[in-house]
């Protein structure tokens, strides 16, 4: 009898053992994360790196450069001064010498599109002769958004300048600071330009009168 109580308690331990493993799951590891785990990044023009920022000079650098050759130049020793902004558009100054050894000045503006500058206008002047120290234009335009702006824009090779001042017919007069000897001096509306003068650190004129050339 008491034989048959011990085969039974063994068989009863078995199958309790039995029950408790098939209850126990195992603990499921977290994958390791692999090439085909990585997230995919979604494409399209939400996901596309952004353009380069508008005022970039060196992207604009080839657009001055197209710009001076179509008007039949070619730009040696090409400086380039910083944009400003007019009205919803940037305007740029730049200066060269061309191939016959003479110094030239010019402007172009341009508007943002697809956050890239096109340019939408622009004009140039060239010295009559290489040993010009000293010219300026004038330019009448619109902007993208239809506003008319007078432009004075010019060079001058004496270091001591350090102001342009310009009269406008209407009696206003705007006084711009040179940057690498060229000078941009917008005025809104249309124009004419009564005189251009340099001016030193000192307030003493360098030169009355700026000789004003067509531009093209």
Same mark, same amino acid.
């Given at each position: ?6 085969? %039974?308690? =063994? =068989? !009863? ?13 195992? @603990? ?5 994360? /692999?090439?085909?785990?990585? $997230?995919?990044?979604?494409? &399209?023009? *939400?996901?596309? %790196?952004?353009? $380069?920022?508008?005022? *970039? ?5 080839? @657009? ?11 730009? /040696? /020793?090409?400086? +380039? =001064?910083?944009?400003? #902004? ?10 060269? +010498?061309?191939?016959? /050894? ?11 599109? *697809?956050?890239?500058?096109? $340019? ?10 290489? *040993? ?6 004038? =330019? ?5 958004? &239809? ?11 004496? #270091? +001591?300048?350090? %102001? !342009? ?20 001096? $917008?005025?809104? &509306? !249309?124009?004419? @330009?009564?005189?251009? +003068?340099?001016?030193?650190?000192? &307030?003493?004129?360098? !030169? ?5 050339? #067509?531009?093209?």
């Amino acid at each position: 009898m008491r034989a048959h109580l011990r085969g %039974a308690r =063994w =068989w !009863i331990g078995i199958l309790i053992v039995g029950l408790l493993a098939g209850c126990i799951q195992p @603990v499921e590891q977290e994958p390791t994360p /692999g090439p085909e785990s990585v $997230p995919v990044q979604p494409s &399209g023009a *939400d996901s596309a %790196a952004p353009a $380069p920022p508008a005022g *970039d000079s060196a992207s604009l650098l080839p @657009v001055v450069e197209q710009f001076i050759r179509d008007r039949g130049e070619e730009p /040696g /020793g090409l400086q +380039t =001064w910083p944009e400003q #902004p007019l009205g919803p558009d940037q305007v740029r100054g730049y200066s060269f +010498t061309n191939a016959a /050894g003479v110094p030239c000045v010019g402007f172009l503006l341009t508007s943002v599109t *697809d956050g890239l500058q096109q $340019p939408i206008n622009g004009a140039l002047v060239c010295a009559p002769a290489p *040993d010009v120290t000293a010219l300026a234009s004038v =330019w009448v335009f619109l902007t993208s958004d &239809g506003q008319s702006f007078t432009l004075v824009f010019g060079r001058v090779e004496d #270091p +001591t300048v350090s %102001a !342009i001042a310009v009269v406008f017919s209407d009696g206003s007069n705007r006084t711009v600071n040179p940057s690498l000897g060229g000078f941009l001096v $917008p005025q809104p &509306g !249309i124009m004419d @330009v009564n005189v251009v +003068t340099a001016i030193n650190a000192e &307030g003493n004129t360098v !030169i009355a009168e700026i000789p004003l050339s #067509p531009a093209r």
